[in-house]
């Protein structure tokens, strides 16, 4: 079992920068990719950042140049910085941590609002 609890979410003006952090227990020697998705109001979840288990990174054509996702494998975190934020980035952001196409972790979410 994997336990992912995000943090760092909250009221942004737009132009501004957040940092989300994603804190993990258990077996996380497991986890093969961390993601970053998110979720907003009438929409479906979708896919913002991800970083491989050898740090290949991908990003979301909309957060490109201005989302940076990493990993601290010593403290057992993952980070999204997020920079020049946009209020149609409002959302729950989810950490999600992957160890096969059938096994997955999400943590409950934190909400980032950016206002215009």
């Known amino acids: 079992q994997v336990q992912l609890v995000e943090s760092g979410g909250g009221l942004v003006q737009a132009g501004g920068s957040l940092r989300l952090s994603c804190a993990a227990s258990?077996?996380?020697?497991?986890?093969?990719?961390w993601g970053w998705y998110r979720q907003a109001p009438g929409k479906q979840r979708e896919l913002v950042a991800a970083?491989?288990?050898?740090?290949?990174?991908n990003y979301a054509d909309s957060v490109t140049g201005r989302f940076t996702i990493s990993r601290d494998s010593a403290k057992n975190k993952v980070y999204l910085e997020m920079n020049s934020l946009k209020p149609e980035d409002t959302a729950v952001y989810y950490c999600?941590?992957?160890?096969?196409?059938?096994?997955?972790?999400w943590g409950q979410g934190t909400q980032v609002t950016v206002s215009s």
């Open positions: 999600k941590g992957t160890v096969t196409v059938d096994v997955n972790y």
């Open positions: 970083i491989t288990r050898g740090g290949y990174r």
């Open positions: 258990g077996s996380i020697f497991a986890i093969n990719v």
